[in-house]
Structure formats: structure tokens, C-alpha cells
């Protein structure tokens, strides 16, 4: 099993920028497809990108992309998201996610929030 931890959110002015951190312990970092996550309140947990083991792979939701960037560092077992020009509608809980199988994702972490004022 892995273990994740969020870290990285607060408070930020629209047209600001957070990097967000997930810092993974137990099986091995590399082992794992990962992906963020975020819930804004009244709505689903939806898809904001994911990355393949390697990095070398990766995919945005419609949403945020070019305005966000997933990368990963397997010898810190650590997985970022790089968000820029954050809107209000950024605003949510983010989660960093991992799974073995594609497009599964059993382990989650616990969430950091993010706001972003107007």
C-alpha cells in the first residue's frame, strides 16, 4: 500500500499561483499511476489531471489545462501539481490519488484546500 500527503494549499488572490505536493511513503513512489483530484462544495470529485508512472505521460481535464502542470519526482516519491492564473472556480479540496491498475485509483490522501478570492 502507499500512503499520500497533501500539502500545499491556502489562500490566493485570482490570477495568483500554488504549487500543491503530495508526498507518498510506503510501496514504491515509482509503482504508481497518480492523479489530482479536487471537490468544490455541492459537487462531484472530478479529474483535474493525471500522470503515468513514469511522468512521461499525462493528461488535463478541459478545465485547467494550460493552466495547470502534473509532475512527479519517484526518487522524492512526490507528486506536484503547478497551478497558475487560478480563478475563483479553483476553489475546492484537492486530492492527490494513486492506483496500480489504469485509471484506478484505491489510495487517496486526505485533501488540501485551496481558495482562491476575487
Known amino acids: 500500500q502507499v500512503q499520500l500527503v497533501e500539502s500545499g494549499g491556502g489562500l490566493v488572490q485570482a490570477g495568483g499561483s500554488l504549487r500543491l505536493s503530495c508526498a507518498a511513503s510506503g510501496r514504491t513512489f515509482s509503482s504508481y499511476n497518480m492523479g489530482w483530484f479536487r471537490q468544490a462544495p455541492g459537487k462531484e470529485r472530478e479529474l483535474v489531471a493525471r500522470?503515468?508512472?513514469?511522468?512521461?505521460?499525462?493528461y488535463y481535464a478541459d478545465s485547467v489545462k494550460g493552466q495547470f502542470t502534473i509532475s512527479r519526482d519517484n526518487a522524492k516519491s512526490t507528486l506536484y501539481l503547478q497551478m497558475n492564473s487560478l480563478k475563483p472556480e479553483d476553489k475546492a479540496v484537492y486530492y492527490c490519488a494513486a492506483g496500480t491498475r489504469v485509471y484506478e485509483y484505491p489510495y487517496w490522501g486526505q485533501g488540501t484546500q485551496v481558495t482562491v478570492s476575487s
Open positions: 500522470s503515468n508512472r513514469s511522468g512521461g505521460s499525462t
